[in-house]
């Protein structure tokens, strides 16, 4: 169908991290109405993929950059794509081996993942484990 918006953004300031997920919510609400739960939870699953790619990815380092791509694939299904320049991780152990928030329930590691699996349709990750790529299906036009 289309690209909503593609944009990479360099650095970690909280300010610009912040204007740059309004500024994708803004695409993905032009592309559809959204209920109120479903724009909770693309704003989550926003904030916990591009704080990963910060935190983890980039490790905070900020003349690093994080590339996003949102894409509509059909008429009610959203694709988002968010790649760090960190060197990956490998995400089949991760999985295989459980969330460690898991096991240490005040371990704030791996608790972004485990929503962003909860929430979304799909999640797919590159080879090397530094770009992720999920898909969300809108359920409902929400009435304004």
Same mark, same amino acid.
């Given at each position: 169908m289309g690209i909503l918006?593609? *944009?990479r953004i360099t650095g970690c300031d909280s300010d610009c991290i912040r204007a740059m $997920?309004? +500024? =994708? =919510?803004n695409c $993905? +609400? !032009?592309w559809k109405s959204l209920s109120d &739960? &479903? *724009?909770y939870e693309f704003c989550l699953i926003l904030n916990e993929l591009i704080a990963n790619g910060t935190v983890h990815g980039n490790r905070r380092l900020c003349d690093k950059t994080i590339t996003v791509r949102i894409e509509a694939v059909d008429s009610d299904t959203i694709e988002i794509t968010i790649q760090d320049e960190g060197t990956g991780f490998d995400y089949r152990r991760f999985f295989r081996e459980g969330y460690p928030c898991d096991m240490n329930p005040y371990s704030e590691r791996g608790r972004g993942l485990k929503l962003i699996r909860a929430i979304c349709d799909d999640i797919m990750f590159n080879q090397t484990g530094n770009q992720i790529r999920i898909l969300k299906v809108v359920k409902k036009n !929400? &009435? +304004?």
């Open positions: 918006f593609c *944009e $997920i309004r +500024k =994708m =919510m $993905i +609400k !032009a &739960e &479903e *724009e !929400a &009435e +304004k």
